[in-house]
């Protein structure tokens, strides 16, 4: 699963970014029902500018936080996979993919180069 990530991610992310983009330089048009007219990312971020309600943060208690603070799991700063997957692609003089079928090739390499170790 970490190879498939490493693999795909920045292919997917790019897909993502991609569809973000293209949605937020739409226009919500002005409608009948309760809707306001602007650009989604104008509307989130500046909520108070085009008639938006801002101050809707519910306060938590000292405890609750506290309880959180002690039960959460911190992930460790690195992943021993993401970086053992970087090194062999390095060595092997892979390029980054740009496409599904380079990432699947890279994903193969990668697999073979570790069923070598």
């Not at 991610?9 to 029902?33: A, C, G, Y």
């Not at 003089?93 to 073979?112: D, K, V």
Request: charged letters at 20%; one cysteine or more.
């Amino acid at each position: 699963m970490e190879c498939l990530w490493y693999c795909f991610s920045p292919l997917i992310q790019e897909d993502l970014n991609f569809v973000m983009n293209q949605w937020n330089t739409h226009r919500i048009r002005k409608s009948r029902h309760d809707t306001v007219s602007r650009r989604p990312d104008a509307l989130f971020f500046l909520p108070q500018h085009y008639g938006g309600m801002d101050g809707l943060k519910l306060q938590v208690l000292q405890a609750e936080l506290d309880h959180v603070a002690e039960h959460i799991v911190v992930p460790e700063s690195g992943n021993v996979y993401q970086e053992y997957f970087e090194y062999v692609k390095v060595s092997l003089s892979i390029e980054n993919p740009t496409n599904c079928q380079e990432a699947l090739n890279l994903y193969h390499s990668l697999i073979l180069a570790a069923g070598d170790t």
